[in-house]
């Protein structure tokens, strides 16, 4: 048997995903056959009005032949989705289908002991509804796993957020010596397992200068002492560093890895470095789950200019 199948979720219907997902395959070549959990109503009327023209192999949650799968086809699982029109409006009229095409790919992967997952986009407005803060939540729920970590991950620099999607009234509430302990070792176990060594970390204050002028501040209270108890076993690790200068040239190149304390403090800085050359990893899940590092972007629906490059990435990923 060949490389085992990637088995991608396209997410929300009405996002740019199948569009980036044509132009990736398009332009590329995959060794691990790709496997897509989607509407064949709604590939095939995207595939007709964005100009593209794939066959398609269909194949069901049964399929066990994987031996002799290629991509030479779009290999298709089909979950029915009642729609009007090709690109409809972002709204909670598709959180069934959304919901049931990750059932679909998680059941699937589980029965034949998958590795490789990626999903497009969902509109976390309308599908998780404050359930929970995003998908790195959703599947560690639905995995019934406790400790997860999302990285940001490119080559020459990574970002991971002890706090994702989380309202920046709250973050102080959350954040917690437990809580940075888990990070460094869910990033210290990817790097090693993947790349055979201990990167080098470097963690942000919450504060600005990370200084206050108030008494037992959280780089006081808790991430001082967190770095100070982990460097007792690992010195690659730093901090904590004013957010307005770890991301200088100078300090960059010192390291692989930067934590930072909420999403924007680290996420902004990355996407003005690297653009949209970065995949969403999350850390800690049965499998290696990658998510393209954007969102639905509704305003780019059907006009055929989004940048594939992300799902490339992660689709060379997860290939090696």
Same mark, same amino acid.
């Given at each position: ?53 794939? *066959? +398609? ?7 066990? %032949? &994987?031996? !002799?799968?290629?991509?030479? =086809?779009?290999?298709? @699982? ?100 437990? *809580? +940075? ?7 210290? %176990? &990817?790097? !090693?397992?993947?790349?055979? =060594?201990?990167?080098? @970390? ?100 059907? *006009? ?11 689709? !060379?990923?997860?290939?090696?």
């Amino acid at each position: 048997m060949g490389k085992k199948p990637i088995v991608i979720v396209a997410g929300e219907p009405n996002s740019i995903f199948l569009e980036i997902f044509f132009k990736s395959i398009k332009t590329n070549s995959y060794k691990s056959p790709l496997i897509i959990v989607v509407s064949k109503k709604l590939l095939q009327e995207q595939m007709i009005k964005l100009g593209f023209s794939f *066959k +398609i192999n269909d194949i069901d949650s049964k399929f066990r %032949n &994987f031996s !002799k799968l290629d991509n030479k =086809k779009i290999n298709l @699982i089909n979950v029915d989705y009642d729609f009007k029109k090709c690109f409809e409006k972002i709204s909670s009229n598709s959180n069934k289908y959304i919901n049931e095409t990750f059932l679909i790919a998680l059941k699937f992967m589980r029965q034949n002991k998958f590795s490789k997952f990626i999903n497009g986009p969902i509109s976390k407005k309308y599908f998780l509804k404050g359930k929970t803060l995003g998908i790195t939540e959703y599947l560690a729920k639905k995995a019934k796993i406790n400790k997860v970590a999302m990285l940001i991950f490119n080559k020459d620099l990574s970002v991971s957020p002890l706090t994702t999607h989380l309202a920046l009234k709250d973050v102080h509430k959350t954040i917690s010596k437990k *809580k +940075i302990y888990t990070q460094v070792n869910l990033i210290n %176990n &990817f790097y !090693k397992k993947r790349f055979n =060594k201990l990167p080098r @970390i470097a963690i942000t204050g919450l504060n600005p200068h990370c200084e206050s002028n108030f008494k037992n501040s959280e780089e006081d209270k808790i991430i001082i002492p967190a770095i100070k108890r982990l460097r007792l076993k690992n010195t690659n690790i730093n901090g904590p560093f004013p957010a307005d200068t770890i991301f200088t040239k100078s300090l960059l190149k010192n390291y692989d890895v930067i934590i930072g304390m909420y999403h924007d403090q680290v996420l902004s800085p990355m996407k003005a470095l690297f653009n949209f050359d970065a995949i969403n990893i999350t850390l800690g899940l049965p499998f290696t789950r990658i998510s393209p590092d954007h969102g639905p972007n509704y305003s780019m629906l059907g *006009k055929n200019l989004s940048d594939p490059k992300s799902l490339i990435q992660a689709l !060379k990923f997860l290939d090696k």
